[in-house]
């Protein structure tokens, strides 16, 4: 669990990145699961969008390709989310206490 310091810094991170994952109408698919656990394995914190023809709201998208894959959820915005999941390989993130 993420604290308000850690996701404030998060955020500000997350200002700068470009979202690098889509949600369509087919919702959450098996791809955009695997999709975004290898985006976060590679880059640990990743932007992702809701696009206007998914019949679902950008909030619960978010939450539940978060528990898919084992992310923490930092911020909804709109249409984009922030999901952070530290890289069992190569972490390169160093949170504040």
């Not at 979202?19 to 976060?40: F, H, N, R, S, W």
């Not at 709201?57 to 992310?71: F, G, I, M, N, Y």
């Amino acid at each position: 669990m993420l604290t308000g310091k850690q996701k404030r810094f998060l955020r500000a991170m997350g200002n700068e990145i470009v979202p690098i994952l889509q949600v369509g109408k087919g919702g959450i698919a098996e791809t955009v699961v695997t999709q975004a656990d290898e985006a976060l394995e590679a880059r640990e914190l990743i932007k992702g969008r809701v696009l206007q023809n998914c019949l679902e709201e950008p909030k619960s998208v978010a939450a539940d390709l978060a528990e898919q894959t084992r992310s923490e959820l930092v911020q909804v915005i709109g249409r984009n989310f922030l999901l952070y999941r530290p890289s069992k390989d190569k972490p390169v993130i160093v949170l504040p206490n």
